[in-house]
């Protein structure tokens, strides 16, 4: 398969890399310093794309690659494919699910816990030596506290097993109510933030899904809520979340994800209410290798003909 032509979108894990690299004939896409001129010369070689949620595979790369047969990303989130256009190219597209929902689900509730019981906040309080003046305030319990799950895919349902287990009452929002759930469903976004003391973000990001989490929502939360994003940034219309916060209309915020990652809205970091991580939800070792073990698994049954292992189209 060395000849086969894989163009990697953007720098995402060495193990990845070195695993593509044994395989195939490796494209380095940002180490091209002329992208146009580096497509006309290899497009005909190319024959795979790899993507992750930072960059991905749109109309235009697709069209530049008349040789594309199939887009391996390195995410479950498949919002930086252009899926459309897969489709009516029969580009094939497969992503990594399953194998990073523990993750995700872990560091959500770590959000939670953080931004209630202000961990960070009190880690800096000892670092700096103020707890020799005095103890720490009290903060706010996560038991029992009720939780607005919106979209209750495989790691919306990870998220609410959990919070299941700190006794908290459940409810979500999807575009269709589940079946097979206990949880109680809400219609609307709107709803289910009125009943939710804690909203948690967990649903793909789509044209339906962009700025759900908008002012009225955000104002519907109130002083008191919690908003917690593991999903995508653009799910959330940023400015209005961080003037909340600022002005105190929101009680406060566990954010993993941004609308325009790496940079965060600096008014946030003297927020003490605020926990801000660097997209790091499949971060860990044991996820990412499972991850880039799917991403070249998928690939290689591709070019072997055989059935896709994670296959989306
Ligand atoms: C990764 C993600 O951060 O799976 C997703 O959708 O956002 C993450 O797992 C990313 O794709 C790794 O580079």
């Given at each position: 398969m060395d000849s086969i032509g894989v163009l990697m979108a953007c720098p995402m894990f060495t193990y990845l890399e070195e695993e593509l690299e044994k395989r195939f004939n490796l494209f380095?896409?940002?180490k091209v310093a002329d992208r146009a001129e580096f497509l006309k010369e290899n497009c005909n070689s190319i024959r795979a794309v790899v993507g992750n949620a930072s960059a991905g595979a749109d109309s235009d790369l697709i069209n530049a690659l008349p040789k594309l047969e199939i887009?391996?990303?390195f995410s479950v989130g498949l919002d930086k494919i252009d899926l459309g256009k897969c489709r009516e190219k029969g580009?094939?597209?497969?992503?990594?699910?399953?194998?990073?929902?523990?993750?995700v689900a872990d560091l959500a509730i770590a959000l939670i816990l953080a931004v209630l019981r202000r961990i960070c906040e009190s880690?800096?309080?000892?670092?700096?030596?103020?707890?020799?003046?005095g103890d720490f305030k009290l903060t706010t319990k996560f038991s029992g506290k009720s939780v607005g799950i919106l979209g209750l895919g495989r790691i919306g349902m990870a998220i609410a097993t959990r919070a299941e287990a700190f006794g908290c009452p459940i409810s979500y929002y999807s575009r269709k109510e589940k079946p097979d759930t206990k949880y109680k469903y809400y219609p609307s976004v709107l709803e289910l933030a009125a009943n939710s003391q804690i909203l948690v973000v967990a649903?793909?990001?789509?044209?339906?899904?962009?700025?759900?989490?908008?002012?009225?929502?955000?104002?519907?939360?109130?002083?008191k809520g919690v908003i917690i994003n593991i999903g995508r940034g653009?799910?959330?219309?940023?400015?209005?979340?961080?003037s909340a916060l600022v002005e105190g209309r929101l009680g406060g915020a566990g954010l993993d994800v941004y609308e325009h990652e790496p940079h965060v809205p600096e008014e946030l970091f003297k927020l003490d209410n605020v926990v801000l991580l660097p997209h790091v939800g499949s971060g860990t070792?044991?996820?990412?290798?499972?991850?880039?073990?799917?991403?070249?698994?998928?690939?290689?049954?591709?070019f072997l003909n055989k059935p896709l292992l994670t296959p989306v189209v």
């Open positions: 380095r896409f940002w887009v391996s990303s580009i094939r597209v497969t992503n990594t699910p399953d194998v990073l929902t523990d993750d880690d800096r309080y000892v670092r700096s030596g103020l707890w020799k003046k649903c793909p990001l789509t044209e339906e899904t962009r700025h759900i989490i908008n002012r009225e929502v955000i104002d519907t939360l109130g002083p653009p799910h959330v219309d940023e400015p209005e979340l961080v070792w044991e996820t990412r290798t499972a991850m880039a073990d799917l991403v070249v698994g998928n690939l290689e049954a591709h």
